[in-house]
Structures are given as C-alpha cells and as structure tokens.
C-alpha cells in the first residue's frame, strides 16, 4: 500500500528499487517496528511521561523510545511514542495543533452570557506565562487557541473542548479564564485527545495491552498483537511534504552528504523553498527530515545543484549499498 503522502508526486525522473535492499515500509517484521515504529498509547493516570517512556523500554525490552509532548502526571490520553531510530521523527507532531478535553470548576456561578463572551474572549492568539512548576522557561510567549467548546455545564463545573497550538498550557489557561471572569476557575481534569493528526478515534493502546502483545509474540512467535500496536513511524510524517530518491543516493544521504538534484524522483507537486520536507526511498521508507533549498518549479527546470539541507537522519547508514566515490587524497 503506497503512503498517503507520496501519492500525486510530481515525477522528476524514474528509477527501479533493488529488492535486495531496504523493506517496504509497510512490510517490516517487529523487530525492524521496534527501530522504525510508532505506538500512539492511552496514557494512565498517576505516573510522569518520563516514567511511562521507561515502562515502555522494560515491556518491548529496547533501549531507546521517545515521547511526543509531555503529560503531567494526572493527564491521561494520546502519547505518541517512537521507537528507537523513530524518535528522530517525533518533532514534526510539535507542529501540528493539540486537542484536549478539560473539566474545571469556576469558583462561583456566572451567567452563561457572560462565560460566552469570555470564551469568546480567549479564542485566536493569547499571552500566557508557563506556571512555575513547568520544564520550560516562564516567560510570557504567544500560543494560538483556535477552537474553544462549551461541551458541558453542571451548575460550576464545565467540560471544555480546546484545540491549540503545542506548548499551551490548559491549567493556566483556566487559571486565566477565571481571572478574567472574576471569582476564578481551578482545572480538576484534563485528558488529551489528540496530537496532530492523531486522536482517539484510532485504536489507542494501552500499557497492558502493549505488555500482553509483547508478551504474546515473544513467547508464542505470533505477532498478530503487537502488530496492530505498532505502526510504521511514516505515519506520523503524513501531513508534511515528500521527496523519493533514487536506491544510489541513500546511503549517502545517511552519511551525512546533501541531496543533489540527480538523487531526486519525485517531489511534491507545491513545495516552496524553506519548507520542511522528508526524503523517502521508492519502498516509503523514511530516509532523513530536511528543508527545501528549491521550489519545485525550480527542481523541476534544473539538472543539478543541492536541493535539500538535511536536518535530521533517520535511515541507519549501510541500509542501502555504498552508490559514491570519495576523492582519492592527493600525495605531495
């Protein structure tokens, strides 16, 4: 099944892939998941985002997993984890908007008319300060609310809908609505339901279900389980643009050379200079993050020059074979 991003590319060129290299992106056993995966799991309650990236290590037995934006330890819901090599790509969720499903208590009753139009009041881009038990800074910076609901009201306590840019603080931003309402409002509990193109309409999994998969797999070799928790990390790549190079031009790339112009096969058909993009073999393999150095207009009218600026390698080097030269050194 070709990947929803690399559909309608833009054809620069054509190339056959070598069978014998890589592995279609969808086509990965679990213990290539447990490098190149993503698991989008239901956080509990009670433990950090810290503490539960370390449960995680000890259930898959790996050495390296990341998360996708912290929870506090009370908020439960969508966290998406990397597996391995996989958490080299979590950044580009931060770009996305967060979803969150908020219960708080306002301190006295208002009119409806009135925590409307505070609402309302609250809605585009607002200043907040992170609260001082935070990771980060406190100092006050812009965050974009761009959709507040009203789900819910029973007598002082409301049920809020806030879909936001990453990095808003919720507590805080009740905090805020309350002060500004007059009496004050405390938020009582908070559960994410989405990140970036991820919320709970997929199949979340949970710790147990993970450890029982796990557990299922590597005693009885049957990984029907796991293999519905774990998911290519290509998935998580969806709504960014796309670039397929050639099988000749990967292994360099994973070195550490820039994406030349001839490597290129396909690219987005709208893509701007500056632009985040993520380089793809032709099995949808993901092979590095970088920034467009070119549009497409202008990949497409020229034969060569440097086209990418990578960013972030992901592909293990050696995945492909070795397709360049390096310059013989020259005796004096």
Known sequence: MKLKQLENLTVIDQD?????????????????????????????????????????????????????????????????LGLGAATKALGVLLLGPKEYQAVGRLHSLTSKERLDDVLKQFQGEIFQKPPQRSSVVRKTRIRKIYEMELLEQKERLLLLRVLCE??????????????????GATMIELRRSRVHQFDESQKLVTLHELSDAFSHWEEKKDDSKLLKFIQPIEHALSEVKSVVIRDSAVDALCHGAQLAIPGVLEISPILKKGELVAIYTQKGEIVALAEALMSNYEIKDSVKGQAFQTKRIIMAPNTYPKSWRTKPKIKN
């Open 166 to 183: 990453a990095g808003t603080y919720i507590r805080k931003l009740l905090y805020d609505i309350g002060e500004v309402l007059g009496p």
């Open 16 to 80: 056959i892939t070598n069978e014998k290299f890589g592995t279609y992106y969808d086509k990965r056993n679990v213990e290539q998941l447990l490098n190149y995966g993503l698991i989008i799991l239901d956080k509990p309650p009670g433990p950090t985002s810290h503490e539960v990236v370390a449960w995680t290590k000890r259930i898959l037995k790996i050495p390296k997993i990341g998360h996708s934006g912290t929870l506090d330890p009370q908020v439960t819901g969508v966290l998406p």
